[in-house]
């Protein structure tokens, strides 16, 4: 069985999320997709409201499609989240999957930043998507990290949790840039300062 794990801080998630994920699943025949919220990401600022939340957002994006999953293990153990630490955990658990993470475009450019890159590439193969602005190729990487990753291109969304944060603390809208179920959620929970 093949399995994409689709990782990120998530705060929130996105349609770039969705579209991402989605192009992922197709073009490489994955059987189910696992979103997986990290809790502190090593590299990035720490997320703006809470993994309980993040983890919401996420149940409801994802909620009307059946090879969409969440994987809340990151957020559970806590600390700073480490993706070599969650896959040797899911190999262990999961040894018959074969496992792809699914990554933009800006992440692929990152790789040789990551812990444990090596090992990790030796484990999986990573799926690199488009993201605008942002070149889609594997030049700079040097070639036994390049040999683990394959590229896919995708609609390109100029959408970022970033731009969603901001949008939201200026009183802009951020409907239809989200999911609608994870926009009702926001709403309803208050959260990234947007009011009712
Ligand atoms: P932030 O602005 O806070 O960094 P983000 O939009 O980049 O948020 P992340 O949670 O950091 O979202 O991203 C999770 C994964 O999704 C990363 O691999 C990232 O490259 C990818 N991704 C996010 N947005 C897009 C997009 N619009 N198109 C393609 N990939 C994306
Ligand atoms: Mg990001």
Redesign the pocket.
């Known amino acids: 069985m093949k399995v994409g794990i689709?990782?990120?801080?998530?705060?929130p998630i996105?349609n770039?999320?969705m579209?991402?994920a989605e192009t992922a699943r197709d073009a490489f025949g994955l059987e189910e997709i696992w979103f997986m919220p990290s809790h502190i990401p090593p590299h990035?600022h720490a997320a703006g409201v809470s993994g309980e939340d993040r983890l919401a957002l996420v149940r409801e994006a994802i909620r009307n499609n059946s090879a969409f999953r969440i994987l809340d293990w990151e957020i559970v153990r806590g600390g700073v989240s480490y993706t070599i630490d969650t896959i040797r955990m899911l190999q262990e658990r999961y040894p018959e999957v074969e496992f792809y993470f699914?990554?933009?475009?800006?992440?692929v450019q990152y790789l040789p930043k990551w812990k444990d890159i090596d090992e990790l590439a030796r484990r999986l193969t990573f799926i690199g998507?488009?993201?605008p602005g942002i070149p889609l190729d594997l030049g700079a990487l040097p070639s036994h990290i390049a040999a683990s990753v394959r590229l896919a291109e995708?609609p390109?969304?100029?959408?970022?949790?970033?731009?969603i944060?901001e949008r939201a603390a200026s009183g802009r809208s951020i409907r239809y840039l989200v999911p609608e179920a994870v926009y009702d959620y926001v709403v309803r929970s208050e959260l990234y300062g947007v009011q009712p």
Do not use: P
């Open positions: 689709m990782g990120g801080t998530f705060d996105h770039g999320h579209v991402a990035k699914i990554i933009g475009a800006d992440m998507l488009s993201r995708m390109e969304i100029g959408i970022s949790s970033t731009l944060r």
